[in-house]
């Protein structure tokens, strides 16, 4: 199933994604047919079980997908929806219509949702959409302050979900979406080294460059590890259950947006830093995303107290405890 | 390339709690010195324990003194060493790459006569590779084995050879047969298994930065080898060494040379200002390339030779091992720190420039990952 609904994904985005439409999603549109394409084939309700009316895939093919999206710069919002979805059908609520968008605050695509998920402390309520103030990321993404209509209908999830279920799985969304759009930058990059000619010989004949790309593909080796490891814990022990693999993953891909980024930001030279290159489409979201659902030292300082908490002479034993 | 994350064997918890107690025994006393060097400790009395245990060469068959375990859980065994800081040196290159090799390319004889003994932690081996012109540019080497009556006759020098005069045997790359005109200089080497006892052989050790003896000079002086000493086919040493090199980076002693310094750190900076975020940091990193390790080493176990994804593992982990005790420094005055983590650090700082040297340059290392990106 996993690999059917990344082949349909890929496809999908390769047809209707682009450097032209990241640019009308930049200047507000949304992307309504590659939407409308994406709920043809089921793709927001893939987190919904079967017998809830979805397709049932693991978080493991979650990752997976939100990779594949990350590596085409994510021109929906198609993370978040099945996000959304997944958690009201946890709660025993029907999965929405259309896209449901994730808090209040900075709320991603707001002004485009049909719906407003809120969710405080394993509380569910959604709402109609009501007024919005648009704001947006550096990378010109809707994160739009909304302000709901009417609650249409309400919810708890199961403990085992944990008081924080929507930022944990927002944060592993957003490192899934790194992770790819690293692996683009990285591919880019290389693409552009082998091409580009100076000194009478492709820049990617020079070691300096050789190097340098080296370095970035270490990071998009190591976040794309630590997302299949978070999700794959997630899996394995729930969403609480997974929140330090979680954060080792937001922690990872900060530093894989910023260091990739960088690398191919050099390797790219002028023209990657113009307006009409492909190039900042990946840069500008790797980012925003390192910012969200908590930085970098947000989730390093969680996993740094808890490991204080517990001593040194805890340190292996607790790591390799979770490896079952 | 590509690392699926492995599924951890059943009985890994049970092992993992045998090895805590016989380490909590074993390293009652090890002071930080000892557990600064670890792998690069050598310590014969230490190695027949863990032999004794059935912890060395045991993913070997039975009949060469193996345990027949899985990769996986002989990835348990190395993590635990190597998190207590045990020094593991005198049988850590057998059970690596030397006691693979022989396993793969040795005649019977040899097998049942060294295995086992590996296997006890009673022979220790060195690698013969770099030397005095052959350094990253290892096909320059000249040291040469030419055909003699009844076996070889071996000239030449290797240096930089780590514990070759604690040890019992090198494998030595050599060159048995000039280049072919205009062809690959990879083509005419050979490996051999070298007694580091015959006759003609001068070991001198080299005293490093910190004042010690762990690598030496080794001069081969017209020294007559049998002719079961040659290892595999004449002529493709090559292929042979460099498919050692997935078994020689991929290993959690890329990763964890620094670890004692990070766990004696969680207790001596608690209340360092900005602590937590820095170390954070250090633990997800960590748990992050301790996978990509098991990863490879499950890649070995199904046979596949991920020789690309070793030298982007062993990079990323020296850069880590090189980085921590730089970050812990960075949070406290070292001279307000306790004497324990004081005294690994000082080591760690003198020990962290061999890190990205050992075992392929980060150099080499960045060069094999730009070629496996399509670059150059």
Redesign the interface.
């Given at each position: 199933m996993r690999e059917i609904v990344l082949e349909q994904m890929e496809r999908l985005l390769a047809e209707e994604a682009g450097v032209a439409l990241l640019r009308r999603v930049e200047a507000g549109e949304w992307p309504a047919a590659l939407w409308a394409r994406a709920e043809e084939l089921g793709l927001p309700l893939a987190l919904v079980p079967e017998e809830a009316g979805g397709v049932g895939l693991a978080w493991a093919d979650a990752a997976a997908m939100w990779q594949v999206l990350g590596r085409h710069a994510a021109p929906l919002p198609l993370g978040e929806a099945m996000l959304a979805n997944a958690l009201l059908a946890a709660a025993g609520l029907a999965p929405a219509s259309g896209f449901v968008t994730l808090g209040t605050n900075a709320a991603p695509f707001g002004r485009h949702a049909a719906a407003v998920l809120r969710h405080d402390r394993g509380r569910l309520a959604l709402h109609l959409p009501g007024s919005h103030a648009p704001q947006a990321n550096i990378a010109r993404e809707p994160r739009d302050r909304l302000t709901p209509g009417a609650m249409i209908a309400e919810g708890r999830l199961p403990p085992a979900w944990g008081g924080r279920a929507a930022r944990l799985g927002l944060a592993l969304l957003r490192a899934a979406l790194i992770s790819g759009a690293a692996a683009r930058a990285?591919a880019l990059a290389?693409e552009w080294?082998?091409t580009r000619s100076q000194f009478g010989r492709p820049i990617?004949?020079f070691?300096a460059?050789?190097?340098s790309?080296?370095?970035a593909?270490?990071e998009v080796?190591?976040v794309?590890?630590?997302v299949?490891?978070a999700a794959?814990a997630l899996d394995a022990r729930g969403m609480e259950g997974a929140a330090?693999?979680i954060?080792?993953a937001k922690?990872?891909a900060g530093?894989a947006a910023q260091l990739v980024a960088a690398h191919a930001h050099q390797a790219f030279a002028a023209i990657g830093i113009t307006e009409e290159h492909a190039l900042h489409h990946l840069t500008r979201r790797m980012w925003a995303w390192r910012d969200e659902a908590g930085s970098?030292?947000t989730?390093?300082?969680?996993?740094?107290?808890e490991?204080?908490e517990?001593?040194?002479?805890n340190?292996?034993?607790d790591?390799?405890?979770?490896?079952? | 390339m590509r690392f699926d994350v492995p599924e951890i064997p059943a009985g890994a918890a049970a092992l993992r709690a045998e090895l805590r107690a016989f380490l909590a025994e074993a390293g009652r006393d090890w002071t930080p010195a000892v557990r600064a060097r670890s792998w690069m400790g050598f310590d014969r009395a230490f190695s027949r324990e863990v032999g004794a245990r059935g912890w060395i060469g045991m993913v070997w068959p039975r009949e060469y003194g193996g345990q027949a375990r899985s990769g996986l859980e002989r990835a348990v065994v190395l993590e635990e060493m190597l998190a207590a800081g045990a020094p593991v040196g005198a049988h850590w290159i057998a059970d690596r790459q030397s006691g693979p090799l022989l396993l793969r390319l040795g005649r019977e004889e040899q097998k049942r006569r060294l295995l086992p003994a590996i296997a006890r932690g009673e022979l220790a081996f060195c690698i013969g590779l770099s030397e005095p012109e052959a350094g990253s540019d290892l096909a320059a080497l000249r040291t040469r084995a030419e055909r003699v009556r009844g076996g070889w006759k071996l000239n030449g020098r290797k240096i930089w050879t780590t514990f070759a005069h604690l040890s019992d045997y090198m494998i030595a790359l050599v060159r048995t047969s000039p280049p072919p005109e205009g062809g690959s200089r990879h083509l005419g080497l050979s490996q051999f298994l070298v007694d580091l006892r015959a006759s003609g052989i001068s070991i001198r050790p080299i005293r490093d930065l910190l004042g010690e003896e762990s690598f030496n000079e080794v001069t081969f002086d017209e020294v007559l080898l049998p002719e079961e000493a040659l290892l595999g086919r004449e002529g493709a040493g090559w292929a042979q060494a460099t498919s050692e090199l997935a078994f020689e980076r991929s290993g959690p002693d890329r990763i964890l040379s620094s670890f004692p310094a990070l766990a004696e750190g969680m207790d001596a900076l608690r209340d360092a200002p900005g602590a937590a975020p820095v170390l954070g940091r250090l633990v997800a990193r960590l748990a992050t390339l301790r996978q990509m390790s098991l990863s490879l080493a499950a890649m070995l176990e199904r046979g596949e030779d991920p020789a690309r994804e070793a030298a982007l593992l062993k990079d990323l982990g020296n850069s880590f091992e090189q980085a921590l005790p730089e970050a812990l420094r960075g949070l406290l005055d070292p001279e307000e720190m306790p004497p324990g983590l004081r005294a690994l650090l000082d080591d760690l700082v003198q020990l962290s420039p061999t890190f990205s040297l050992r075992g392929g340059t980060r150099e080499i290392l960045r060069g094999i990952i730009a070629r496996d990106l399509g670059l150059r």
């Open positions: 990285l290389v080294a082998n990617g004949r070691q460059v050789q190097q790309l080296a370095v593909a270490g080796a190591a794309d590890v630590a299949a490891t794959r330090f693999e954060a080792c922690v990872m530093e970098a030292v989730w390093a300082t969680e996993i740094g107290r490991a204080l517990r001593g040194g002479a340190l292996w034993a790591l390799t405890a979770r490896d079952g | -």
